[in-house]
């Protein structure tokens, strides 16, 4: 086992969307699977030319709705019913249409909850530190520059082709960033 | 300075560039400097933020009473202006995630102050139901808790169902609202040139870096979010509606009432987001961002959604004739000629008639129209609100058992002090966050860009002048 690398990536800095995507399908093609890319907003295709995976969000959410809803008129049913039974006019105690109001809120509480936290979660967030933000202009990252990092952990990765596939792409500079 | 007719079909003028749109909006909280008629609004809504607070500790020693309501009239303005800010608080969340999933692209400089608007109409509206509680230290009895009186929530009832609307409503647009903002706040973080702001602003970006599978996520969860909203931004009002819809007084108790509690809601939320929007612009030199385009859709929302609120007025009035309901009836003819119909008349004035100015285009692109016109609309609502909890309450079956409800100083103080609360949540928004999706922005620049554009625009010059500035200064 070799010692680690002591840097953590390198790093080329972009100044459009489309060099970004570019560069992270050349890297994607050169066999590298831990490349991650970093822009100011949302960029239609970028998680797919990295080789990201259909988001499991979705299939959370929808678990996460039907909890709640069972949740929601499980609490009504067990208060109206078992709990605390009260008779009105012998009208019956299990009386379902009143109940959906309740049920359809919990039902869009918990999915929500399960969304943000899916996502949240999924990004390893909350996490203040991390080896980019000590990147010289990764601050431009939240403003209008892009960046492509290949990761020295990556199985694919070898020094002098990582360079010269950086290079390649034509960054308006490439750096390395510490670990 | 490009001639109005250029700005046309536009939701954000030629010229602006990522760093632009990020330095102008990021500028206005981190490099602003503090000017008199801001100091001087902030000052004042603080002000009578503190008169509220004192109001409602006043309330609490003294209880009800301080108002005017009594029986039969014993909703009153409390439950007038929960129902009035409920509406105000449905525009936000309806441009954000209606508009969203509907790809209006004119969306976008517009709903971070929108949510904004309709977490804190939310939340005023969220205190009223409180305070007109007899007993408010009590309040919690509206959760479901196995307690030591083995009591539980009557699930049957439409106040209940309002407290997990209400509920849900606040905490999912507040969480929409974050999420959205996430990627702002980084920028804010990056941004900032002092060490306290960028802890703090660190600290609330949860330590967003915009890399590409995060983003991916994020836009999974926001839509996702959107989606969730969507349903439950109708279903909120239309249960705040069968908070009276079940009841059986007249004037209460009709079936039209769901969908037209929700006209209502989003024809005052689209007027109020008018309201604030036409001030800020000028304020802050925004007309790029909120053009006039913005103004001219919202306009047209105002005008169909006017003429929804118009329809259910005559279906209220049709409704109480044709059912032979004389109880109905009378209530209705009260309505138009009894103690408050000054209210009635000067509420369709304000609603169904002085809105349709707005078929015209001059009008809809007219600013100090539109936002003396959004002002009438907001007053026009509230007293819709006003006619429908008091009115029909002051007059229902028992001739022995009708009365008068009239405001003591304490319920307008009540109605003035939510006003200056929301305004001054509003005012410490703008003045620490954001108001703008910058993100968003970025994208709009992006999209903008790629467009194929007329060429005798003289976009080219001016993108230098601002696009230009793309470097690292």
């Keep these: 086992m070799v010692a680690r690398d002591p840097r953590w990536a390198l790093m080329a800095e972009y100044d459009s969307a489309e060099a970004l995507v570019a560069a992270a399908q050349a890297a994607r093609d050169a066999g590298y699977r831990q490349a991650e890319a970093y822009a100011p907003y949302a960029i239609d295709g970028l998680a797919e030319a990295l080789g990201a995976r259909r988001s499991r969000i979705p299939a959370f959410t929808l678990v996460g709705g039907i909890v709640g809803g069972l949740v929601g008129y499980f609490l009504q049913w067990y208060a109206a019913v078992v709990s605390y039974p009260e008779e009105i006019g012998a009208r019956p105690l299990h009386s379902w249409p009143m109940f959906v109001p309740v049920t359809f809120e919990m039902t869009i509480l918990l999915a929500a909850f399960t969304a943000f936290f899916a996502a949240l979660l999924g990004n390893g967030l909350p996490r203040l530190a991390h080896p980019v933000f000590d990147a010289p202009d990764f601050d431009l990252a939240t403003r209008n520059r892009f960046f492509l990092c290949l990761l020295t952990d990556d199985p694919a990765f070898d020094e002098p082709e990582a360079v010269a596939l950086l290079d390649s792409t034509a960054p308006i500079r490439r750096d390395e960033v510490a670990r | ?473």
């Design chain 2, 1 to 473: 300075m490009p001639s109005p007719r250029t700005t046309d079909g536009e939701v954000l003028r030629p010229g602006w560039g990522y760093a632009s749109v990020t330095a102008k909006i990021a500028g206005l909280v981190l490099s602003r400097p503090v000017r008199w008629p801001w100091l001087a609004a902030f000052l004042a809504t603080l002000a009578m933020t503190l008169v509220y607070l004192g109001a409602m500790t006043w309330l609490f020693i003294k209880g009800v009473g301080i108002w005017g309501i009594n029986i039969p009239v014993g909703w009153g303005f409390a439950i007038a202006n929960f129902v009035w800010w409920v509406g105000i608080g449905h525009a936000g969340t309806f441009i954000s995630a209606v508009l969203l999933l509907l790809r209006q692209k004119w969306r976008t400089s517009i709903n971070r102050f929108a949510e904004a608007m309709t977490l804190f109409a939310a939340g005023m509206a969220g205190l009223f139901p409180i305070l007109h509680l007899g007993r408010p230290w009590f309040a919690y009895w509206l959760a479901p808790y196995p307690d030591h009186m083995n009591l539980w929530p009557q699930w049957r009832s439409p106040l209940v169902w309002d407290v997990f609307a209400i509920a849900t409503y606040l905490i999912v647009s507040a969480l929409f609202w974050y999420l959205g903002m996430l990627p702002d706040l980084a920028t804010m973080r990056d941004r900032a040139r002092t060490r306290g702001k960028q802890v703090a602003y660190g600290l609330l970006a949860l330590g967003w870096r915009g890399e590409a599978r995060h983003w991916a996520r994020h836009e999974t969860a926001y839509l996702l979010l959107a989606g969730l909203a969507t349903p439950l931004v109708v279903s909120v009002h239309s249960v705040v509606a069968m908070d009276f819809a079940v009841g059986n007084t007249p004037g209460f108790h009709s079936t039209i009432f769901p969908p037209y509690f929700v006209a209502g809601a989003l024809f005052s939320g689209f007027a109020m987001v008018l309201t604030i929007a036409i001030p800020l612009r000028r304020a802050f030199q925004l007309q790029d961002f909120i053009t006039e385009v913005h103004l001219d859709h919202a306009a047209k929302v105002l005008l169909a959604t006017g003429w929804i609120v118009a329809y259910g007025y005559l279906v209220e009035n049709f409704m109480a004739f044709f059912s032979g309901d004389r109880f109905e009836i009378a209530m209705t003819v009260d309505r138009w000629t009894g103690f408050y119909a000054p209210v009635y008349w000067a509420m369709l004035a304000c609603n169904v008639l002085l809105p349709q100015v707005l078929w015209w285009r001059a009008a809809r692109r007219n600013t100090l129209l539109l936002f003396v016109l959004s002002i009438f609309i907001n007053l026009g609502m509230w007293m819709e609100r006003f006619m429908i909890v008091a009115q029909s309450t002051s007059h229902d079956f028992m001739p022995s058992s009708w009365g008068l409800f009239i405001p003591t100083r304490w319920d307008w103080i009540f109605l003035a002090g939510s006003i200056g609360m929301f305004a001054w949540l509003f005012l410490v928004f703008i003045w620490l966050l954001p108001a703008i999706s910058i993100s968003e922005m970025r994208e709009l620049v992006k999209e903008e860009r790629d467009e194929p554009r007329p060429p005798a625009r003289g976009s080219s010059h001016r993108s230098v002048q601002h696009g230009g500035s793309d470097g690292r200064a």
